[in-house]
């Protein structure tokens, strides 16, 4: 039960990934009136209770706001949604991601039941628009994350990927890309990825950016400098305001001992994010090189 605890505890997250959401440091998610949105949802519902639109407006201004406090009711405004609506594709998504994101509290059994209703509900989504990048991510991460006691299946994972739409190849070679890269399949997901051309698509750019750090981040971590250093060259190359691209980049170099170079990866890095995480990383990197250097 402790791997359940720990795995569901993550689906937050992935899926907020799958969602086109880049909640990392480089773009943290958006802060504006939640209040104001709230209450112009409720009014949408207080005029006609009945209008499945509206409640899926205010379940998912409920969810996105990310208070814990209004996560039961957000469960139920998309419950509500579907209920009116059963082939609401994006209720169903969105009744996904609450109830993930739900699954990651509570007692064990609970956190059971919420996941397989996140699972049922990314299901229905991605059944309904097949075509849909976003909802078959989503289900594609839930297989890939979940253990198999909640529904998770890399192997449905991995078939998604494959049948997926074949009209559109760069989103294909994304999926099949999360789906190598959760089987460590190296290099798989570059070969993927490099697949992916100019972005056209802020969903594309923002997913193939989360990939690549990942995979970035998984070489870096076994320290398979060359490689972790050339993906983050493709990171930095496509989106230069990647701050975290920058840190990847100055780790993977101070790992083949090319110390100028590393050093003034972090020091980019540090100019995007001077302060937080990054930016501390940044300069334990550097600090490890001018201890290499003997200044």
Known sequence: MSRLSGVICTLAFVLAAAAGEDRSADHPPWTGDWPAAVAAARRQVSVDTDDSGAWLSLGRVLFEQGRPEDLDEALSCLERAVELEPELAAAWFWLGRAGGQAAGGGGVLNRIRLAGKARAAFTRAAE??????????????????????VGGDRQKAAALAAGFNPGRPEERALLVAAVRLAGRDFPGPLEQLDQVGPFADRLVAETWLV????????????????????????????????????????????????????????????ALAPDGPLADAANAVLAGLRVEVGE
Not at 261 to 267: G, I, L, P, T, V
């Open 128 to 149: 309904l628009e097949p075509d849909s990048f976003q909802f078959v991510y989503a289900l594609v991460q839930f297989h890939l994350q979940a253990p198999a006691m």
């Open 211 to 270: 990939l690549a750090g990942q995979l970035g981040t998984a070489l870096l971590d076994r320290g398979r400098w060359l490689e972790a250093a050339e993906v983050c060259q493709r990171v930095t190359g496509r989106s230069p305001e990647t701050a975290s691209g920058w840190l990847g980049l100055g780790r993977a170099l101070a790992g083949l001992d090319h110390a100028a170079e590393a050093e003034a990866a972090c020091r980019q890095c540090l």
